[in-house]
């Protein structure tokens, strides 16, 4: 096992091959809030409770380096929301597939927000970076976003998705949209795995874990939760319970 089939095997791991991808991304749209605000001990924290998979920035995987286990995969965000800026209504590329390398990445990840200003610009460089990461054989996961005032639409996730798809992104990251045959919808249309995002925080672990039992009933591949544990109280905890979920029901 070598190059991308070997870097997707340290993503999508266990007999079913489901990812627990934790992002520890939005220092750069959020800032250094409450959970993010120690990298290694939030790397740590999350590693612990079974994430086997940690997406975060360069900067952010300097920090944590110490806290990195041999086995964890990297997905490294190659493009950043400022959060500060007027105009941040779309990433900014930062990075691209050499520094991946150069970090031993496991996956670049892009965002594409439709229906904002820029989402055009953001897409054509996500599908130049697909071009660039296949000599490579470095997988990219393209988390591809529905309009705003249609978060959870089933028809606006799954177009979303179907262009992550069709431009040759090998994983796409958005939202679930709540129904399990309509997201089962998406999963038979979308045939590359789909990992949901997390959403907002909510006090309620088991929502969290109910959205995680929907989402796998419906095919998707695995998940990226973040504020949901991250912000948590015990975000060790929280994550044992997902890879419980994951990998043991």
Request: aromatic share 6%; charged share 20%; proline share 6%.
């Amino acid at each position: 096992m070598i190059g991308k089939e070997r870097r997707m095997s340290r993503l999508f791991v266990g007999e079913k091959k489901r990812c627990l991808l934790s992002p520890l991304d939005h220092g750069g749209w959020l800032g250094p809030v409450k959970g993010l605000d120690r990298p290694a001990a939030i790397v740590q924290q999350v590693i612990a409770g079974g994430a086997n998979a940690i997406l975060a920035s360069p900067g952010f995987f300097r920090a944590a380096a110490a806290a990195l286990t041999p086995h964890t995969g990297l997905v490294l965000r190659v493009s950043l929301t400022a959060g500060l800026s007027a105009q941040s209504t779309q990433e900014t590329p930062i990075a691209h597939v050499d520094a991946a390398l150069r970090l031993d990445a496991d996956a670049v990840a892009v965002s594409v927000f439709f229906g904002r200003a820029g989402d055009l610009e953001i897409y054509r460089w996500l599908a130049g970076l697909i071009q660039a990461c296949a000599p490579y054989e470095m997988p990219v996961i393209a988390e591809m976003m529905p309009p705003d005032d249609r978060p959870f639409d089933p028809a606006a996730i799954a177009h979303a998705a179907r262009i992550g798809m069709e431009i040759g992104a090998d994983v796409i990251k958005t939202n679930y949209c709540g129904d399990v045959a309509a997201f089962a919808e998406i999963v038979q249309a979308v045939p590359v795995p789909i990992i949901i995002a997390g959403g907002p925080k909510t006090t309620a672990d088991g929502a969290t874990l109910q959205l995680v039992k929907d989402a796998l009933q419906a095919g998707a591949a695995g998940v990226a939760i973040g504020r949901r544990v991250w912000q948590a109280a015990d975000p060790q905890a929280v994550t044992r319970q997902i890879h419980e979920v994951l990998f043991d029901d």
